[in-house]
């Protein structure tokens, strides 16, 4: 089925003049507004998590820093408007910021938000409220059915090799499943790292490329300079899928689990390991596992420059753009029959 009228309409509208169809994932930590007006007005959309501004606050300082520079570019580039930027909340009754941060969201009129952990019908129609739409990060298609029943406009489909928490099934599995049932907004993750990668997923049927790790190797990613160095280090198989840090399976550098001293290969059962915090350097009972433990995909292995995130959109638009042709080559030569 064709999702019409309000969720298409508002999507095809915030996405007519992306510079490439992709979406920089909310980043725990490393997303900033410095990072998401760099990928705005690179011409993708930008997020980040509400809860990265600490104390809540901040939401509100970052919300008006946002828009006020993103009016600024639009101002001095009328040829070339930034993209749209989205907010990721944390829905889950557990997050006692959500109400102050929606409302702040409703303030400064967000144009997307990005929710997760649970779907909730109140917060999809306050988005539509304000005049928003809703994209909801699933990991399986059951979860996808409850997320589009409750109001979501779209959805996120987070498939094996994504950073952090992430799904185990193949990216192939998920979408054909989704696109079954649901032809609406629909974002991929899982590894996307490259042009190429982009380009991959529209094939598969997403509209938008989910894009994380690549950009904690960026300037303006608030992160360590050792986390963007052990990136560049990294391959796939540097990456460890584990339950033991947060209680939810997610993939994480290799690299960091070694710097806490634990081993990679025998991470006990999170119910096993009581005192988390005690393990990677938690000081005053505050466990650091969001600090000290760096979630990070399967597509680290294309990161090899830190760079502006400018001109990592601008390679990715490079390297689509010769996806494309390349593609058509082996089309027009036969590669189907």
């Not at 760096?294 to 010769?322: K, S």
Request: hydrophobic letters at 45%; charged letters at 20%; proline letters at 5%.
């Amino acid at each position: 089925m064709r999702m019409a009228g309000y969720r298409n309409g508002q999507f095809e509208r915030l996405t007519s003049g992306l510079r490439l169809p992709a979406l920089g994932a909310p980043m725990f930590i490393a997303s900033c507004p410095d990072l998401v007006v760099a990928q705005c007005t690179s011409g993708i959309i930008g997020s980040m998590p509400a809860l990265n501004a600490r104390p809540s606050a901040q939401l509100d300082d970052w919300l008006a820093e946002i828009g006020e520079r993103l009016a600024a570019w639009n101002a001095a580039n009328p040829q070339r408007p930034a993209a749209p930027f989205a907010i990721n909340q944390i829905v889950h009754k557990t997050n006692p910021r959500l109400e102050a941060d929606m409302a702040l969201c409703a303030k400064h009129k967000v144009p997307i938000i990005i929710s997760s952990l649970g779907a909730r019908e109140d917060v999809n129609q306050a988005v539509h409220g304000w005049g928003g739409i809703t994209l909801h990060d699933i990991i399986d298609d059951r979860f996808a059915r409850k997320a589009v029943e409750k109001g979501a406009d779209g959805l996120i489909a987070v498939a094996a090799g994504a950073g952090g928490h992430a799904g185990e099934q193949s990216p192939f599995a998920l979408v054909q499943e989704i696109r079954r049932w649901f032809d609406g907004p629909l974002a991929l993750s899982g590894a996307i790292a490259t042009g190429a990668s982009i380009l991959a997923a529209q094939a598969m049927g997403a509209d938008l490329a989910y894009i994380g790790s690549a950009f904690l190797a960026t300037n303006e990613a608030h992160v360590s300079a050792a986390q963007k160095q052990a990136m560049l280090e990294a391959s796939a198989a540097d990456i460890v899928y584990t339950d033991y840090f947060t209680g939810v399976r997610g993939n994480y550098l290799r690299a960091s689990i070694l710097a806490s001293e634990l081993d990679p290969e025998n991470l006990p059962k999170p119910e096993d390991a009581p005192d988390i915090g005690a393990k990677i350097g938690a000081k005053e009972g505050e466990s650091k596992a969001w600090r000290d433990i760096w979630g990070c995909g399967q597509g680290v292995g294309a990161v090899d420059e830190i760079m502006p995130a400018a001109a990592l959109v601008a390679r990715l638009e490079a390297e689509y753009d010769a996806a494309v042709q390349a593609l058509g080559r082996r089309v027009r030569g036969g590669a189907r029959g």
